[in-house]
């Protein structure tokens, strides 16, 4: 009898239809997450305890704290599967943050960028290592031909499979901002995006079922010059023409919200046949209420900072989180 029960359960098993599987990824900038130790070969002084900002231990792990919180918020009902995070400096403030915030309970794994930033900040990726098995990753770097020019920040490619047993890539970013002029530093963030742009070019060739995902702080909204070299014909900037939400972009400056922050993905990801397809409804700057102040310089909200200037807030970041969910299709 318990030899047919068996048989009898495969078989329902095998001709059950195909199921799908969420599959959330957010980025976000953390704004400045520095430790407190000082690294003689970067320019990290300003967030020392003795530095102008007087950033102490208990201001750090209100830091991490209020980080772990938003990270928590934007899963709803479980944490993201993979976070990229931009503005981190180094393997110490990514190793607390999942160590020692309720994120321990998740089991998170992560891989940091090495780059050459003359402030030491890097980009990150977390990834929940029952919905993502990680295979490998590198820094790649945004290599430029001016004399005396500032490293321009790596980027970070990660790659791993996926439930459906497809290898998925993606590339967390984080381009050169306007420091010194819009127009003079457009060249640069034209630069990395060529560089973005190179490495997706060699994933298409090799992949036999791309399927690519870029995230990050690209300092650039998407009509910008920079994004257009980044998607090309062959990608999706899924926050080009962003439907509902509260904010009308993940950055105000001046009065003026900007989405500075995205998700691009290949076109493979549209396809209602894809094993790996966006839920167009999901894509959000993620605006809970607890992120915002109110700006009593220009009107209206804006993101509740760490700080404002050089006052201490003790917030979050000047940044908003991005999110997009994705069905994974299971045999």
Known sequence: MYRTLTIITFFIFTLSPVKAQSFRIMCYNTENLFDTENNPR???DEFL???SRRWTKGRYYHKLQQIAKVINAAGEWDTPSIIGLCEVENDSVITHLLTRTPLRHQQYRYCISRTSDRRGINVAMLYQRDKFRYIGHRSVPVKTSRRNDHPIRDILHVWGEIIT??????????FPSKYGGEKESEKR???AAEVLSQLNDSLMSVRNYP??????DFNDPPESKSMHIVTGKKFHNLFSRLVGGETKGSHKYQGEWSQLDQIIVNMQMLSSGSRMRVIPESVVNFS????FINDKTWRGKRPHRTYYGFKYEGGYSDHLP?????LLSLP
């Open 211 to 216: 399927l690519i995902i870029m995230m990050g």
């Open 42 to 44: 970067t320019e990290d």
């Open 49 to 51: 305890p003795s530095g």
């Open 288 to 291: 809970a209420p607890f992120l």
């Open 322 to 326: 991005v999110i997009a969910d994705f």
């Open 165 to 174: 047993g497809d290898t998925l890539d993606l590339a967390i970013c984080h």
């Open 189 to 191: 963030r034209i630069r």
